[in-house]
């Protein structure tokens, strides 16, 4: 018969090992979850929009700030990519109309810990459906997103290194860097398009920031690149250079990832398994304020506007290779 002493301390043992066992229950979960582990660019996040909430496999929440509030997200069954539900986000009016510096968004993000060193590649597998009616004005609509973290109290205000955007019913991406004077002697842009081997590039020496452009969809024509009215050779492109026309269907999108300020920068862009374009050179931002990290975000961003605007996404991953977030024989024909 057991004396009740021993029976507390079996209790208590019982107890401390229940305890620890949950404790690497939980530890498995974050690990195989991708909120664990020392290098936030080798982690694996998925997120099919399955279960009515943001998967904690993914690192994604949508952000509730002053901006936001013109956004709202559902989880919808109804037309999904893959499996049975996507993700909806939709802006409405929000700012006074023809309000000034006021933009409306309806943007997941990744969270901080899952953040990726600047300077490091990532691969990012998105598929987006335009929701109809598909805006055809000419006004700035942005739906996908990579920028550097900027520490609070930093001077200016930087743009996106990466960005998927569209502009009068044409969707067309950029990529942004430090200014650099073009070399003397280079031409100008005819209808919008540069000679062989030099980029159009908006030159903006008042941010010392400069814009290139790196692809356009159907239906661009020489109008939509009024600002791109300069050509650089600081960015080597690869591929044919053309997104798909700005319809309500799916696509999917692979992104590869890799900042360089000082010129050795790389990103990749296909879309439904066939390159897009290569970017090599100048890539994202370098100066005083600028965090140490590089982050995703996606969703309908716009300035003021008085409709309504919708995008559907579905299938998120993203990961250390191309193989762990795409089909093999997508990232073969990458040489990945």
């Not at 930093?154 to 070399?183: C, K, W």
């Not at 100066?287 to 309908?300: E, R």
Request: proline residues 9%.
């Amino acid at each position: 018969m057991s004396s009740p002493d021993f029976s507390l301390r079996a209790a208590a043992l019982r107890r401390m090992a229940c305890v620890f066992a949950l404790g690497l229950l939980a530890g498995g979960i974050l690990t195989q979850a991708g909120m664990a582990g020392p290098d936030p660019a080798a982690r694996l996040l998925r997120d099919g929009f399955e279960g009515g909430a943001f998967s904690p496999r993914s690192g994604l929440y949508y952000r509730d700030n002053a901006e936001q509030r013109a956004g709202s997200y559902r989880f919808v069954q109804e037309g999904a990519r893959a499996g049975k539900s996507a993700l909806e986000l939709t802006v409405v009016p929000h700012c006074a109309p023809g309000a000034l510096r006021c933009s409306e968004r309806a943007e997941v993000w990744q969270d901080t810990r899952n953040r990726v060193p600047y300077e490091e590649g990532v691969w990012t597998a998105l598929s987006m459906r335009l929701g109809a009616p598909v805006p055809q004005d000419d006004h700035r609509y942005v739906m996908m997103q990579w920028k550097r973290e900027i520490r609070p109290g930093a001077e200016g205000d930087f743009s996106p290194f990466l960005a998927l955007r569209m502009r009068a019913g044409v969707l067309f991406a950029t990529i942004e860097s430090n200014y650099h004077p073009p070399r003397p002697g280079l031409p100008r842009p005819e209808k919008g398009q540069c000679p062989r081997g030099l980029v159009p590039v908006w030159l903006r020496p008042d941010t010392g920031q400069m814009r290139f452009l790196v692809a356009v969809g159907a239906g661009w024509r020489p109008e939509l690149a009024r600002e791109f009215d300069r050509c650089s050779d600081a960015l080597r492109l690869s591929g044919p250079g053309f997104l798909p026309a700005a319809r309500p269907v799916w696509h999917d999108y692979l992104f590869y990832t890799r900042p360089g300020p000082g010129g050795e920068g790389q990103i990749e862009l296909v879309v439904d398994g066939r390159r897009v374009v290569r970017a090599e050179g100048v890539i994202g931002a370098a100066g005083a304020g600028l965090g140490p990290h590089q982050y995703f975000k996606f969703g309908p961003y716009r300035d003021a506007h008085q409709s309504r605007w919708t995008l559907y996404f579905d299938s998120f991953a993203r990961g250390p290779a191309c193989r762990a977030v795409a089909p093999a024989a997508v990232c073969a024909g990458l040489g990945e």
